[in-house]
């Protein structure tokens, strides 16, 4: 499969995106710094209020390649955690009891070819871990089909993408076969217990737009995605979460090769809300990159933008000097703050 970098006619690298994201493509369109609205009510810089969610990517390997995808994940991808760095987060969790959560991403995690060993590593240390599957993964050969009993022996909340309920949608967003292949994945999912409210067994799905535009009301769309996958396919699950598209990597690129990229920044900034800008998820997480550096959020990780503190790398990890932090902000921020915000969790008001 030929990767969407090498289909596009244009993917900037980092430091381009951010320029792009002050300027425009071609310096001719700026907008008003993020900072100056964390100004007007008193929240710049921005600080967290504790570390309480360990987001590990641990590979940018993927079986898909996603239209939106921020990661630029891919199968052409061959950036994964070591098995090293893996248990340098491990010693840091058995450290730090605070970090409750894990939470698992990549690409697809489950490539990591010590995906497994990391997952009950940190089980030992009884945290609660999510898992990012991306459904697929687990049709896609038979060494992943006995995932979802690997997810229920080990109690982890599987969190998954699902662009829409109908199979044009998810296609055109995901590739071809996508949507039957989700649908398999979840029902494989549910037979175990996975989203049935006689279990603790949780499983989430993510809603991305597929254009230039903010996503509906959460609830809203949670009430319709239920109805609609329990009568035509008898799927269950626990929560959607409505994820904004935020203006970096494939995304970015499908702005400006579409002509969109002035009109959505715009939306964005016109949607600004100060209430979800207080609740932003960086103010309560630390990312991890594959390589093991730290940054405030997965979108500044894909930015290349470490957090702005001594302590760069897995193997430096303070949580005093993470938390007394400034974290960077920069315009692909109000994405997170656009109408009822947008976080890995979804909506954040």
Known sequence: MKSLKAQNSFLADAHEQIEILKHGKSGEFSLIPFQQKLETIGLYP?????????????????NQTCRHCHVDAGPDRIEIMTKESMQQCVDVLRNNPQLKIVDLTGGAPEMNPYFRWFVEEIKKLDRHVM???????????????????????????????????????TDRQRGDGVFEDSIKALQMLN???????????????????????????QQSLEKEYKQVLMQRYGIEF????????LPISRFLDYLL?????ETYMEKLVSAYNPVAAASVMCRN???????????????????????NCSSKHISQFNTETLI???????????????GAGSSCGGAVV
């Open 324 to 338: 007394n932090r400034n974290i960077i902000v920069g315009q692909h921020c109000y994405g997170c703050t656009a």
């Open 191 to 217: 037979e175990v217990g996975y989203g049935k409210e006689e279990t603790d067994l949780i499983l989430n799905l993510v809603y991305n737009p597929a254009g230039a535009f903010l996503p509906p009301s």
């Open 46 to 62: 921005l600080k967290p209020v504790g570390i309480d969610i360990f987001q590990v990517n641990i590979g940018k390997m993927c």
């Open 238 to 245: 626990n929560n959607l979460f409505a994820i904004t598209n």
């Open 131 to 169: 898992v990012r599957c991306n459904l697929t993964i687990i049709l896609a050969n038979k060494k992943y089909y006995d995932l979802p009993q690997f997810y229920k022996q080990h109690k982890i909340e599987v969190i998954s993408s699902l662009p829409f309920y109908t199979q044009d949608r």
């Open 257 to 261: 090769t579409s002509g969109n990229y």
């Open 285 to 307: 997480t630390i990312s991890i990159g594959w390589d093991g550096y730290l940054y405030d959020c997965d979108f500044n990780q894909m930015l290349e933008l470490k957090v």
